[in-house]
């Protein structure tokens, strides 16, 4: 749909995409499942809805409280994974993450929310 969209105005299909939602939340989808493999085969669930992903996200991923209440004070959910998803690039790219760290916060967290 979006090379549709790209076809009929100036702007290429790269920024339609950029701000689409549902790519937003494959791409980051993505990148937990191949960069973070031991949060996916740790059985927590990543919520789907783009809302509660960037919500999820800014509450899971480990970065500074200054970092967290700026992305809380976005107003848009795209804002909001368009932000995160730059965050675990470089993140990732430059291993800011304790990739172990995070994942038994995650998994700590939703055994904590399941009881």
Known sequence: MTKYYAALTPWPAFVYESYDERILV???HQKLRNELKGLTESHTSVPLDATELSF?????????DSIRLQILKMDSSIQRLRFELSLLQNAVKHNFISIL???QRSLLLSMIFHF
């Open 56 to 64: 999820w996200l800014a509450q899971n991923l480990t970065m500074d």
């Open 26 to 28: 494959e791409r980051i």
């Open 101 to 103: 760290c995070w994942i």
